[in-house]
């Protein structure tokens, strides 16, 4: 686990205190929202096995994400709906989504990293780590939080729309799902600007 501490301790070293990692879950399903995780957590108190998101098994995941929320100094999921994803289109919602779990947090950080290639609008120093999920243990807790607050919101969507099957592929671009927009067309969820290639 070492490694996965390397920026947190480099921070730690220039005098920032309260380390928060961002991300998100859900830029490329058809259906659903972006949703992002900002956590800062106890460097000196780590959880073994965190790790990118979609290495983990759905169980695993679970498990995680129960002891990160336990053990979390501050947690703050932030989610950006379809309608908003269509209007300003899904790297400015995904921004959004960071700036807003960001400032939900009760306790302000002290420096933000972010998975990916992304810069946010925010006051607060921060850093963009390519693969941050995978080398960064806060970016990999706010990973493994993300995904399960997203894959439990796309089941319960699928009890709501069940023809398009949510449960099984949490909105993304499967053949059943694909072949059940056409067959069936659009519901409420779906990103419109995400379809427009498989329906009329």
């Known amino acids: 686990m070492t490694d996965k501490l390397k920026y947190e301790k480099s921070f730690l070293e220039k005098g920032f205190k309260y380390i928060c990692g961002v991300d998100e879950v859900g ?16 460097l000196n108190d780590i959880i073994e096995g965190v790790d990118d998101s979609k290495k983990l098994t759905a169980k695993t995941r679970e498990r995680l994400s129960a002891q990160i ?20 289109n899904i790297l400015q919602a995904t921004r959004l989504c960071m700036k807003n779990a960001i400032e939900g947090l009760e306790v302000t950080p002290d420096y933000v990293i972010t998975d990916g290639n992304m810069t946010l609008d925010i ?20 990973s493994i939080v993300a995904k ?9 969507l699928a009890v709501t ?6 449960e099984s592929n949490k909105g993304y671009g499967t053949a059943a799902h694909i072949q059940a927009l056409k067959e069936r067309g659009a519901c409420p969820v779906h990103r419109k600007t995400f379809i427009k290639n498989f329906i009329k």
């Open 27 to 42: 830029r490329g399903p058809l259906a659903g929202p972006v949703v992002c995780a900002a956590v800062i957590m106890p």
């Open 148 to 156: 399960v607050y997203r894959d439990r919101l796309m089941d319960e």
């Open 161 to 166: 729309y069940p023809y398009y099957k949510f």
């Open 123 to 142: 006051s607060i120093p921060q850093q963009s780590i390519i693969k941050g999920d995978m080398l960064s243990y806060t970016i990999g807790c706010a």
């Open 69 to 88: 929320l336990e053990k979390a100094v501050a947690c703050h999921i932030s989610l950006v709906e379809p309608q908003t994803i269509d209007q300003i």
